[in-house]
């Protein structure tokens, strides 16, 4: 019993021992890049005094809600690091919840974990660009419906598969019964689903912002039904309509490989379009919406 004991809490201890070792500080960047408006540039300094592990992403993620930033970067045993991230600075002081991982996910696994706070100068603050309830009722109507041709053919598919499975219902023969009823049921699924897959499912349109540095295009999202928005670019900035839609948003942006927006049938989702500045290294990239790659 001692010897099956020991084993877990070694592994314990031995987790708690590579955290400890590994910390992680940030704070605002001395250089702001104002293009990445209305994200604010923070310097993140990775130190790494395990002597084993090798640090190659790290996870950030706003307490008070908003994107989840992945950024690849490689810190080896013994070294320290710092990148710059684009975050929004929605509050003079922000908790920022890390994960540092040994890999990019999702094959990487968690090594550390810990909050890290960062303050925002009074100047740097830009919550009221980051909210904006009112550019919202502009477009809170805009959700898209079902055209009535599909709606026709789903109807009428539905009509003929009830008649079908009513008729089938006399047939005496139970193995006979059984085997009429699913192909009714696989045949009026395909039916269906053939009304459906004419149809796009998202809705995106690109429409001119505000006249604003680096906010002069909006995206507007929106769906017939639930589904995942994918894109290889990473200069998705995300507008909310409040703080609780903000701390729900379960976005992601993973510089290098994109951005993934789930959205919700009667759900309209509203982006900046910015155009940053070109990075000059990998570890310079920004792991959120201001990278461009």
Request: aromatic share 6%; proline share 8%; net charge positive.
């Amino acid at each position: 019993m001692r010897t099956r004991l020991a084993i877990p809490v070694a592994i314990i201890l031995a987790a708690c021992q590579v955290q400890a070792e590994i910390s992680v500080t940030m704070k605002a960047a001395s250089q702001q890049d104002a293009s990445v408006l209305p994200y604010r540039s923070a310097k993140l300094t990775i130190d790494n005094d395990d002597e084993s592990a090798v640090i190659r992403a790290v996870s950030l993620r706003p307490g008070r809600g908003g994107p989840r930033w992945i950024l690849p970067v490689l810190v080896p045993p013994k070294t320290s690091q710092s990148v710059t991230a684009a975050l929004p600075a929605v509050a003079p002081e922000q908790i920022i919840h890390i994960s540092v991982l040994d890999g990019e996910p999702p094959a990487g696994n968690v090594i550390a974990q810990q909050r890290a706070t960062i303050r925002w100068p009074a100047k740097l603050l830009t919550g009221d660009e980051s909210i904006n309830p009112a550019l919202y009722n502009t477009y809170e109507y805009d959700i898209p419906g079902w055209p009535e041709g599909v709606l026709r053919g789903v109807f009428l598919a539905a009509v003929l598969a009830s008649l079908a499975a009513a008729a089938a219902l006399f047939i005496k023969a139970p193995l006979a019964k059984l085997i009429v009823l699913l192909l009714i049921v696989a045949t009026s699924s395909a039916a269906v689903y053939r009304f459906i897959s004419r149809t796009d499912v998202l809705i995106s349109r690109q429409i001119a912002g505000p006249h604003a540095a680096g906010k002069d295009r909006l995206l507007v999202l929106s769906c017939r039904r639930t589904c995942e928005y994918v894109t290889d670019s990473t200069s998705l900035v995300p507008l909310y309509y409040s703080r609780r839609q903000m701390a729900d948003d379960t976005m992601v942006v993973h510089a290098g490989r994109g951005t993934r927006v789930p959205i919700s049938p009667k759900q309209v989702r509203l982006f900046w379009l910015i155009q940053p500045r070109t990075p000059r290294t990998k570890t310079d990239r920004l792991p959120s919406a201001a990278s461009q790659l």
